[in-house]
């Protein structure tokens, strides 16, 4: 059964910077991409980046390109989501995934696995 966890989450002013974690297991980790998702008060679910099962291939919105960097540690089946220069409107519970098949690319990736969550305020 696949677990993810993240955490990391908190309040912190715009401007500043924060890295969140997300702790895999159930599956061989290195077979799947990783990805980050938010989801604002009021809005639904939006992309922010994800990383493919090879190291290195990464894909952004672009609301947060340049500023974020999705990054993963195979052997700790673990991915990560720095955040620096944040702006009030990434506040938001921003949910880690895992892709439902195996080699899949960071840009077409489908998810099927979820966390719980973790809060981001950025306060202005």
């Known amino acids: 059964q696949v677990q993810l966890a993240e955490s990391g989450g908190g309040l912190v002013q715009a401007g500043g910077s924060l890295r969140l974690s997300c702790a895999a297991s159930g599956r061989t980790f290195s077979r799947y991409t990783m990805g980050w998702f938010r989801q604002a008060p009021g809005k639904e679910r939006e992309f922010v980046a994800a990383?493919?099962?090879?190291?290195?291939?990464?894909y952004y919105a672009d609301s947060v390109k340049g500023r974020f960097t999705i990054s993963r540690d195979n052997a700790k089946n673990t991915v990560y989501l720095q955040m620096n220069s944040l702006k009030p409107e990434d506040t938001a519970v921003y949910y880690c995934a895992q892709s439902t098949e195996s080699w899949a690319t960071a840009r077409n990736a489908k998810y099927g696995y979820w966390g719980q969550g973790t809060q981001v305020t950025v306060s202005s």
């Open positions: 990383i493919s099962w090879s190291v290195g291939v990464t």
